[in-house]
């Protein structure tokens, strides 16, 4: 499945179904981001199941400040509506398929439950 270019209008609708959702917040004018943009589509292509979104920060400035996007690219992975990761750098595809693998081994019950005891609403 290729990417999905994420904006306001589809972000939530998009991030907020079950299953895996990996977010790559990207610019035009970012070096790491055009090299990073590769991996992240043949990671796209390996995994079908998975939503691969693009946010362009400079087009969706929203978006970036609503997530404090200070650094690009990010990565930000996403199950069943709860951010399980995000982190500034454009991954090598070890690494990026390395955390999609982690994320597929969650359990959503004790990652929400973990939220709970800190005070976070799902």
């Known amino acids: 499945m290729a990417t999905v270019e994420l904006t306001t209008a589809n972000f939530d609708e998009v991030t907020e179904r079950d299953g895996i959702v990996l977010l790559d917040f990207w610019a035009d004018w970012c070096g790491p981001c055009k090299r990073f943009a590769p991996v992240y589509e043949r990671s796209s292509d390996k995994h079908p199941d998975i939503v691969f979104g693009k946010v362009d920060t400079e087009a969706q ?14 990565v930000m992975a996403i199950r069943d509506g709860v ?40």
Request: proline share 6%; net charge negative; hydrophobic share 40%.
């Open 61 to 74: 400035q929203e978006l970036g400040a609503k997530f404090n996007i200070s650094s690009i690219p990010t």
């Open 83 to 122: 951010i399980v990761f995000a982190q500034p750098g454009a991954l090598p595809e070890s690494a990026l398929e390395n955390l999609i693998e982690q994320v597929q081994q969650l359990d959503m019950d004790d990652v929400r439950k973990k939220l709970a005891e800190h005070g976070h609403k799902h």
